[in-house]
Every structure is written in structure tokens, then in C-alpha cells.
């Protein structure tokens, strides 16, 4: 079964060389991932079978050994004797054993480019979890391969995720509600256009305080709501208690709109392709506000 279907989503394996190719590359994935058939048959199918297309030598050996480099405790002049510091918590005992274990839970990493995986390596652990390119205090560059690891253990799946058009502009959002938190990859791989998006317009909308990000991130829509009600409701009676704040209430002309967005929104919104979903949502939320049905969260 996964022959045929590796053979029908990649054609180009019915070219290659059985004893010069298709062997050896099987035999290493065999070999790398402790002699588990299962393994690799899941290996040769989260790929389509492009895996095997790749040479050994000069793509998958490669990306492994940067992998471990980059990944190690102590950096490249030490990758094979990784600290116990860092280690600590961790349920691998070194980065080779890091590797294999991101190898079997995302496959489809084997087909990144080192550059690409590079690029979301650095992005996560000096972006995302605002860690020090060049740490100098004692026991920080410990703490930030460690915290990179965590997220890796997290969610693997995010080296394959773009840094552009993803993880960035993710990143971007949480930022610009005041979220200042180090970001593990469970907050960067909830869909942006989808929840986010409409989350924030919501809040800027009605002049809210940005809740606990857990709130913002993963809690259903219904839940999110009923948050963001009780943070109204809490400010109107603030306002209530001061004359001049209600004052102020009272006389406040609202935003001028295009398609129903403030002028005043940062442009940060505007992501392409996320207005439409953003939009659909907004609906959602508006109808579940007044008592309709809603649909479950996607």
C-alpha cells in the first residue's frame, strides 16, 4: 500500500535505481531510526515518497549533522557532549537523540533545505522566545537551548512552517495586542487568520484590555466571549464611578469605518487572504453574541 501510493504521488521513483538508490537510502533510514520498519515506512509516506529521491550523501546526511549541530547544548565544538543543564527536564538525552525523535514525529523535515530549517531555528529561539544571540550572563545560553528544545518537543511540526508568511506575521500580532511573553510553538501554530485576526478586531473594536494570552489562543469562541463580556462589563462600571469618565463616554464620536474596519486599526490587520475569514468570523462572533446558534470552533 505504501509503495502504490509513493509511486503514484511521485513518479520519478520508477527512474531510480533500485541497487544504487533505492537500497542505500532505505537501509540508512533504517539504520537512523533504530532498525523500525514502521518508521520508516511513515517516513517514506509523510514525504510521498520524495524522500527517496534525495541523496544521501549530499541532502539527508547534511541536514542531519546541522540539525544536531545547531541543536546541541554547547554549540558546534562540542555537539556530542551535550550539557546536563540543559538537558534537565527533557526527555532526550543528547541532540542525536533530539533529531531522531523530530525525525519520526515530522518527517517531512528531511525535505526542508538546511538554510530554510535554519531560518526557523534562529527565528524561534531569538524572535519568538527572545533569547540573546550572544548571551553573557552565566547559564543564559543553557536556558535558551533549553526553551528551544521544549518548544521543538511541543510541536515538530513547525520546522516546516514558513517564517514569512507565518510564524513572522504571528509573532507580529501578539506582539502589537502587548503579549511579551516568550511564544512556544502552541502559540504560533494557531491559525492566524482564522481565530486571531477576528479575536483582535473584536477587542480593538470595543476598546477591551487584551485577556491572558491562553484565552486569546485556545479557548473556543463561546468562551472567548463570555471573557470579553465580563471585561465590558467591568469596565462600564469603572466608568460609572468617575463623572468625568462617563462624560467622556458620552460625548465620544465612534471611528470612521471603511468596510466596517476603523481607520485606526494598525496595519498589522491586514494580512492578505485572512479578510475574508476574519470577516466570516466577526459574523459569527456577532451572531452567537445575540443569542443565535453558532457553529462549533474550527
Not at 217 to 235: C, G, I, P, R, T
Not at 246 to 251: D, E, G, M, Q
Request: with cysteine; proline share 6%.
Amino acid at each position: 500500500r505504501v509503495t502504490a501510493m509513493a509511486i503514484s504521488r511521485c513518479p520519478m521513483l520508477l527512474m531510480q535505481s533500485i541497487d544504487e538508490n533505492l537500497k542505500p537510502s532505505i537501509s540508512f533510514l533504517q539504520d537512523f531510526l533504530g532498525g523500525d520498519d514502521d518508521c520508516v515506512r511513515d517516513v517514506v509516506r509523510a514525504t510521498s515518497g520524495r524522500i527517496l529521491l534525495h541523496s544521501i550523501e549530499t541532502a539527508i546526511k547534511p541536514k542531519l549533522a546541522f540539525l544536531k549541530q545547531r541543536l546541541s547544548a554547547r554549540g558546534p565544538q562540542n555537539s556530542t557532549e551535550p550539557d546536563a543543564n540543559v538537558l534537565s527536564g527533557t526527555p532526550h538525552k543528547d541532540a542525536d537523540s533530539l533529531v531522531r525523535w523530530l525525525v519520526r514525529r515530522c518527517p517531512s523535515l528531511l525535505t526542508r533545505s538546511v538554510p530554510k530549517l535554519g531560518e526557523v531555528l534562529d527565528f524561534l529561539e531569538y524572535e519568538a522566545l527572545g533569547n540573546e544571540k550572544a548571551p553573557v550572563a552565566a547559564g543564559q545560553a543553557d536556558r535558551s537551548k533549553r526553551e528551544l528544545w521544549a518548544s521543538l518537543s511541543g510541536n515538530p511540526q513547525i520546522l516546516t512552517t514558513s517564517v514569512r508568511y507565518n510564524l513572522a506575521p504571528t509573532v507580529r500580532h501578539y506582539r502589537a495586542l502587548g503579549y511579551t511573553r516568550a511564544l512556544t510553538s502552541r502559540f504560533l501554530t494557531v491559525s492566524l487568520g482564522k481565530r486571531l485576526i477576528p479575536r483582535g478586531l473584536y477587542i480593538l473594536r470595543n476598546k477591551l484590555d487584551a485577556p491572558p494570552i491562553s484565552i486569546y489562543a485556545f479557548y473556543s469562541d463561546q468562551e472567548f466571549l463570555l471573557k470579553a463580556h465580563s471585561m465590558m462589563q467591568s469596565k462600564a462600571r469603572k466608568s460609572a464611578k468617575s463623572a468625568k469618565g462617563a462624560k467622556r463616554a458620552k460625548n465620544e464620536e465612534p471611528l470612521p469605518e471603511v468596510d466596517g474596519v476603523p481607520l485606526s486599526l494598525p496595519k498589522w490587520l491586514e494580512f492578505v487572504g485572512a479578510v475574508e475569514d476574519a470577516w466570516k468570523r466577526r459574523v459569527r462572533l456577532a451572531q452567537w453574541a445575540d443569542g443565535g446558534k453558532m457553529d462549533s470552533d474550527e
